[in-house]
């Protein structure tokens, strides 16, 4: 909204407007969630992390490109997840987050076939099968 002694709104002396820039530029750092290269942005010990997962996924299970594409955002949004915990220091307010990494590393885990739960379900399709169709049609 523009005031009465200032119609344009904003500074509008040339120090104000120097003020003002100063103000947007570089922006205050808080957590990095949404970095375009949020890797980059990674801490030692979240790329240590990350490289000691990314490996051990590697090694265990056979997985093609794209899976591996999806293990690398599943791995990237549980980071990011881990930085919204709000006992950490640079912690998200919940409130003003909108995203849910947690949600989305699940999602990105389950459709790879690396949650316990469907390695415990494949390994129930391994059991014998003693099931006989023709017990359908018998009376």
């Known amino acids: 909204m523009a005031r009465p002694h200032n119609p344009t709104g904003g500074p509008s002396t040339p120090e ?30 979240e790329k240590a992390w990350y490289k000691e997962m990314f490996e051990h996924y590697q090694e265990k299970y056979e997985l093609d490109k794209l899976d591996l594409e999806t293990l690398d955002l599943a791995l990237i949004n549980l980071i990011k997840a881990r930085r919204k915990n709000v006992n950490m220091e640079y912690a998200v307010n919940e409130k ?30 391994e059991n014998p099968n003693t099931f006989d169709p023709s017990m359908l049609f018998d009376n």
């Open 16 to 45: 104000g407007k120097a003020k003002a820039l100063k103000n947007l530029t570089p922006g205050n750092y808080i957590h990095g969630l949404y970095l375009k290269d949020f890797k980059a942005d990674l801490t030692e010990e």
């Open 96 to 125: 003003v987050s909108m995203a849910d990494f947690e949600s989305r590393y699940i999602r990105l885990i389950d459709e790879l076939g690396l949650s316990r739960k469907y390695r415990l379900s494949k390994g129930n399709i």
